[in-house]
């Protein structure tokens, strides 16, 4: 089984702030994702990355991919309450169909 | 808008009881997941589905099975529930482009007492 682990496990900041989530691993991925998940809802996808080195934003979210593929970061930029919630990685390896969860960031951004 | 529908919120049973977890999508996905999450210790793969009848066993398929009779329908059953079983329980699809579970239901919390 591939482990993820994810750093830290908790966070809590005031609105307007930056911060940064890990998501780590000593297996390599061909793909990893990012959800966020509500309280009382499911995951939703924020978005894969495939390419080593690859970076996407999503608007205030900045997602990394390691050159290696074993490792993704989030930064989030001015940090909104309404980003609060579990943030999940999920890498992919070989095997067609199943992907490996971290057990999340819990985020809490006060206004 | 894109749905991943199950069919119960909360669901409370007792030890030893079939137990049946429904979901629909209505998105034509190939491919439709069981995962359970727990405080701690993150989503795990239970089973997954590529295809009507077909399954895959995932991480920790002990204790469950799993029925995939209409694309748009798997189900997930307990057969004989114990009380570590008590979990959050969700379903996702995906298309076969992406094998990865792209869009999740809201979550089923199993009660077993």
């Known amino acids: 089984t591939q482990l993820l682990e994810q750093s830290p496990q908790f966070l809590s900041i005031q609105e307007g702030e930056n911060l940064t989530v890990y998501c780590n691993s000593s297996s390599v991925f061909s793909s990893l994702q990012w959800y966020r998940q509500e309280p009382g809802e499911g995951p939703v996808l924020l978005v894969t990355?495939?390419?080593?080195?690859e970076v996407k934003k999503l608007k205030r979210l900045t997602f990394q991919f390691g050159d290696a593929r074993k490792d993704s970061s989030l930064h989030i930029t001015a940090a909104q309450p309404g980003d609060t919630g579990l943030y999940l990685c999920a890498g992919k390896g070989g095997y067609a169909g199943k992907s490996t969860f971290g057990d999340g960031t819990t985020l809490t951004v006060k206004p | 808008d894109v749905k991943v529908t199950q069919s119960s919120r909360y669901l409370v049973k007792r030890t030893g009881e079939k137990v049946f977890l429904e979901c629909v999508q209505d998105m034509d996905h190939e491919n439709m997941f069981w995962y359970r999450q727990d405080p701690g210790l993150g989503l795990r793969l239970i089973y997954f589905?590529?295809?009507?009848?077909?399954?895959e066993k995932g991480d920790i398929p002990e204790g469950y099975s799993v029925s995939r009779e209409k694309k748009e329908r798997f189900s997930l059953i307990l057969e004989s529930a114990s009380t570590n079983q008590t979990s959050m329980y969700l379903c996702a699809s995906s298309s076969v482009q992406g094998p990865q579970p792209q869009h999740f239901g809201d979550g089923t919390r199993l009660s077993i007492l």
């Open positions: 589905s590529y295809d009507v009848k077909m399954k």
């Open positions: 990355v495939v390419t080593g080195g």
